[in-house]
């Protein structure tokens, strides 16, 4: 947990609806800026509203003259008894005990602290000293996290495979990221793209718009209008490389069809088959040699841009696996890649379901 953790998660605790971020920022620090001004003859200092935006959504540090004072042990007495007017006004009394409840369990999964540290908090009894606490520990951890901002279970320089939350087309559908993602996309061996939203009859496949597949075509189709040429570009790209079907039209498992649509390249990954009834299967063994194909994939084509992968399996695609056991596979397999990895890998697990599975951590 870092500041801008911290921020987000108290944020809805605070006593007025409509108290600015920036305020929040400057009364919680007042702390540390006055006693630098004070104690370090250092300048007056106040966050603005960008800077306090880059700290909120973890895109900077705070200034090293400010940690500098938190580091030093005979000001804390003089910090705490500030930090508690800003307690005392700032904080709703009556949902003290939900706020850290909440600071709490995000703790407990989190890698930044080590398990002494997380000890050391959750053993203070008083909330007000417990928030003070855990703030001067979070003054410490690395908040501008942009290129890397879930649950690390590796990393080696710049490379990392990481856990994050959301929903896997915040990743694929923004106008304003200028750099360039890489989306995985599930789809069946086929690559078929009839999307299907009634219980209409009809011989040819049809994906249902409740799956990753059909949510996809369902959201280009909305930005860009029309979906029509999108077997063709699927097309021309496996033919260009090379990968040709049965003559059923079927792809191996684990083909990995690109396109690009704005910013984001969009790997479309066969982990399963579709049969006579319209029906998707697949199994534990597809979608292992799926996540496979996509690591040695990936490694090969991915111009060190940042992976982002759903689970796989989990869903219509009928590989009965559960959402651990989804995560756990795609995990070990990218760890076990670790040696001769290099790039960027988020796995996206969805908010519905993050209480389901054990993360672990670096």
Known sequence: MNLGTLMRIMKPFLRY????NEKFLNEMLKCLTEINVAKNNGEVFYFEKTYTSKIIN?????????????????????IY??????FDKRINKSRITE????????LAEDSAFSDSEKAELFSISDNKQFLFSLMMKTLFVDNNTSSCSGIVVWENGNSYIQAVYGDIFKYAFSNRRKRKNIVVIPVNTRYDMHLSTKLEKMVDPMISSETIHGEWLLRLEKQAGRIDD????IQDDLTYRGIEHNQDGEYPIGTIATIDIGNTCFYLLAISTFDKRNHASSNPDFIKQAIENLLDFYDINGQGYEL??????????????????SFD???????????????????????????????GGK
């Open 81 to 86: 008894i500030e930090y508690s007017s800003f």
């Open 329 to 359: 596979l795609i995990k070990t397999q990218a760890i076990h890649r670790a040696l001769s990895f290099h790039g960027k890998i988020s796995i996206v697990i969805s908010n519905d379901i993050k209480n389901e599975i054990y993360i």
């Open 308 to 325: 982002y992968v759903p689970l796989l399996g989990t869903g219509r695609s009928r590989a009965g696996m559960s959402f651990q056991e």
């Open 230 to 233: 999108i077997p063709k570009r």
């Open 99 to 106: 706020l850290r409840e909440n600071l709490s369990s995000t």
């Open 17 to 20: 609806v409509q108290y600015s």
């Open 58 to 78: 973890n895109h900077a540090n705070i200034p090293p003259a400010i940690l500098q004072v938190a580091k030093q042990d005979e000001f804390i007495p003089e």
